[in-house]
């Protein structure tokens, strides 16, 4: 819907790598670009050193020549300053509106009746579904019939409500809208992202909108942990299912798909990202349900296995440099620059599959002493790689249910971390913690201290426990391993074992034994 762009770049930790993504879907649609150098007030700022690694991606990602030709702007945007001279910026944005103004040509007004490429999808509870696009031919009114031309040959007749417009941050009801703006049309509740809407007489559609495949995927699933019921107020399987596939409308990278359990749907999106953002989501909207350890997407083409890759971006201090390219190398990740920046820190860029990243943060928090920052972007796919270990400490899982007592929790922690405190209700198979060596271990949390006549010099002491480790929603995701599950609700996050009592668990192990022989 645009027809030019600004590429934001930190200055002082210059591009990122999706800085290079979003360049180059810039460059593939023919966007006008312009470099904006920000944040120049930060500490080791080098705005010099910014923009000669941003034309370096210019040089790389550059399609046609004439892309090359970028003006550059130099803001610190939250004091309102910007300029063409990073050491003289103005007192205001205007330098930096007036190169839109010079850079940014306007739209392209083509002759003909009306045309729209539906680019997005919204809701309103009083209007219902919208489809949103920029007019590039004609022009529409409330009341006008047009033709939706979706993704086979398949045309049919809508009737469009009304048409807003965007003032500012807010919609405006307008009886007219032409080539060149950018609307939102009721009424048409049956379009999807990608379709076009044409006039009757002349449906001529538009190229749709291509969309990358999906690379990581999770089951959703009913909640069936003992507490299932008490914190959502959606939590049944027709519930969920609605929810995931009204997500389509308006989701494009999602993939929703049946499984053979009737409670459970396999969903696929672009990282691990992606799937976290839809789940807080549906949590944050009242949804109780359970998700699996998220796993790559491999296919096969010619009879040989391709997997996905991203190139990863770390920033870690030189003293935990060792520990982090070993950690990598493990997971088949393969460094293609190292960067030393002069002051103790270092920028190591990797390209990696995806399974190798799944999993990954919540040891390199641990390797870094939460120090170090990282991030990545799919490249698409690549051979695979071939397999390797991935490691993780046995977890502690609660014997019996009941409320955590001090007492039990102070003996968990001779084995390890706990994720819980007292007074927290749990169930047999939660995972309540991680030892410190590999191999499960069941723990009784809910054990209390025997009372008895006989008092020791020690008896009135308290325990002291070390707090529980909190683990956001990604870094539970990244706990997660095959045999487990992550129950989510609108007030907790809970990890737990897939077969929650021992017997259960001794037999789905035999089960798998078996099938590997």
């Not at 046609?64 to 550059?72: F, I, R, T």
């Not at 459970?264 to 359970?290: D, P, Q, T, Y």
């Not at 390219?325 to 190591?348: C, F, H, N, P, Q």
């Not at 860029?349 to 799944?358: F, K, M």
Request: hydrophobic fraction near 40%; proline fraction near 4%; charged fraction near 25%.
């Amino acid at each position: 819907m645009a027809d030019g762009c600004l590429l934001l770049v930190d200055a002082a930790e210059g591009p990122m790598p999706q800085t290079r993504f979003v360049l180059k879907k810039a460059f593939e649609v023919g966007l006008h670009t312009i470099i904006v150098i920000n944040k120049l007030d930060r500490p080791h700022a080098d705005p010099k050193k910014a923009l000669e690694a941003v034309h370096d991606l210019f040089l790389e990602l550059a399609e046609e020549a004439d892309q090359l030709d970028a003006p550059v702007i130099y803001t610190i945007a939250k004091e309102g300053r910007a300029g063409t001279d990073p050491d003289h910026l103005e007192a205001t944005l205007e330098p930096l509106f007036q190169a839109i103004i010079d850079h940014v040509p306007a739209p392209i007004v083509e002759e003909g009746g009306f045309q729209m490429l539906v680019a997005n999808r919204a809701y309103d509870d009083y209007t219902g579904a919208l489809a949103i696009g920029r007019i590039t031919r004609g022009a529409v009114a409330p009341g006008d019939s047009v033709a939706v031309l979706g993704a086979g040959d398949e045309t049919r007749t809508a009737k469009v409500g009304q048409v807003l417009v965007y003032r500012g941050l807010e919609r405006e009801v307008v009886e007219h809208a032409e080539a060149g703006d950018i609307v939102l049309l009721t009424g048409l509740d049956e379009v999807v992202i990608g379709d076009t809407l044409a006039d009757l007489e002349n449906p001529d559609a538009l190229p749709r909108i291509q969309i990358e495949e999906p690379t990581v995927r999770m089951t959703f699933g009913v909640n069936t942990s003992p507490f299932a019921g008490r914190e959502g107020a959606f939590s049944t399987s027709r519930q969920l299912r609605a929810r995931l596939f009204r997500e389509l409308d308006v989701n494009l990278g999602l993939r929703v798909e049946g499984t053979d359990n009737a409670e459970r749907f396999l969903v696929s999106g672009r990282g691990e990202l992606h799937l976290a953002v839809l789940i807080e989501g549906m949590r944050r909207e009242g949804f109780e349900f359970e998700v699996s350890r998220p796993e790559a997407i491999v296919k096969r083409v010619d009879g040989r296995a391709l997997e996905p890759v991203e190139r990863l971006t770390v920033d870690v201090r030189e003293d935990y440099l060792g520990a982090v390219t070993e950690a990598l190398g493990r997971r088949r990740g393969e460094m293609i620059e190292i960067k030393y920046d002069g002051s103790g820190g270092v920028r190591l860029e990797y390209l990696i599959p995806t399974r190798g990243l799944i999993g990954f943060r919540n040891s390199f928090l641990t390797l870094t002493a939460g120090t170090g920052l990282m991030g990545s972007i799919g490249i698409g796919y690549r051979p695979w790689a071939g397999d390797f270990r991935d490691q993780r400490n046995g977890a502690l899982t609660a014997s019996s249910p009941g409320t955590a007592l001090a007492f039990g929790l102070a003996n968990a922690q001779e084995r390890g971390f706990t994720f819980i405190e007292p007074g927290e209700a749990v169930y047999e198979g939660m995972v309540v913690g991680i030892q410190k060596r590999p191999g499960d271990m069941s723990v009784n949390v809910c054990r209390e201290k025997k009372q008895s006549n006989i008092r020791s010099s020690t008896a009135d002491i308290a325990y002291r426990l070390t707090p529980a480790t909190r683990l956001s929603l990604e870094q539970s995701l990244d706990f997660l391993v095959d045999d487990e599950l992550l129950e989510v609700t609108p007030k907790n996050l809970r990890l737990r074992k897939r077969h929650l009592t021992e017997v259960d668990r001794s037999r789905a192990r035999r089960v798998a034994e078996a099938a590997t022989v």
